[in-house]
């Protein structure tokens, strides 16, 4: 990427693991806010336990990265919010990377919801079906 790419974006999408889970971070410039997709079924407390430190660090360190990159153009989102958006939750917990894969892909963050429906109770067939596009890639 060059700066002149990122500052024409609407979101960007951060995929972090952190404690054996993944999760996305977008910063979303149609919103201004950064918008966690995170495929966990947690309590609010939990969340708030999970997500607390972690996403303020992100947001002031990703903030710093594209104030680096761009010169100091990038809006400065180093205050921006933070919320939830309702994402399908596992069934299994090792399926948090298979879905947040799913969000990358699916995401539409101008409507915050995802464009397409994913059924947790699936999720079998998506790691079978991600996994075979991993494997049998033409670049791979």
Same mark, same amino acid.
């Given at each position: 990427?060059? #700066?002149?790419?990122?500052?024409?974006?609407?979101?960007?999408?951060? #995929?972090?693991?952190?404690?054996?889970?993944?999760?996305?971070?977008?910063?979303?410039?149609?919103?201004?806010?950064?918008?966690?997709?995170? #495929?966990?079924?947690? $309590?609010? /407390?939990?969340?708030? /336990?999970?997500?607390?430190?972690?996403?303020?660090?992100?947001?002031?360190?990703?903030?710093?990265?594209? /104030?680096?990159? $761009?010169?100091?153009?990038?809006?400065?989102?180093?205050?921006?919010?933070?919320?939830?958006?309702?994402?399908?939750?596992?069934?299994?917990?090792?399926?948090?990377?298979?879905? $947040?894969?799913?969000?990358?892909?699916?995401?539409?963050?101008?409507?915050?919801?995802?464009?397409?429906?994913?059924?947790?109770?699936?999720?079998?067939?998506?790691?079978?079906?991600?996994?075979?596009?991993?494997?049998?890639?033409?670049?791979?």
């Amino acid at each position: 990427f060059n #700066p002149e790419e990122i500052l024409h974006a609407k979101l960007v999408f951060l #995929p972090v693991l952190q404690k054996m889970h993944w999760v996305v971070y977008c910063v979303n410039l149609v919103h201004g806010q950064i918008d966690i997709l995170d #495929p966990s079924p947690w $309590t609010d /407390q939990q969340q708030k /336990q999970i997500h607390g430190g972690i996403a303020h660090q992100i947001r002031k360190r990703l903030n710093d990265i594209f /104030q680096s990159f $761009t010169g100091g153009r990038f809006i400065d989102f180093s205050h921006w919010g933070l919320p939830y958006v309702p994402v399908p939750k596992v069934v299994v917990s090792n399926d948090c990377g298979f879905f $947040t894969m799913l969000f990358l892909e699916h995401y539409d963050g101008e409507n915050r919801k995802l464009n397409i429906n994913i059924d947790p109770l699936l999720g079998a067939q998506y790691r079978a079906q991600l996994l075979y596009c991993i494997v049998f890639h033409k670049r791979n």
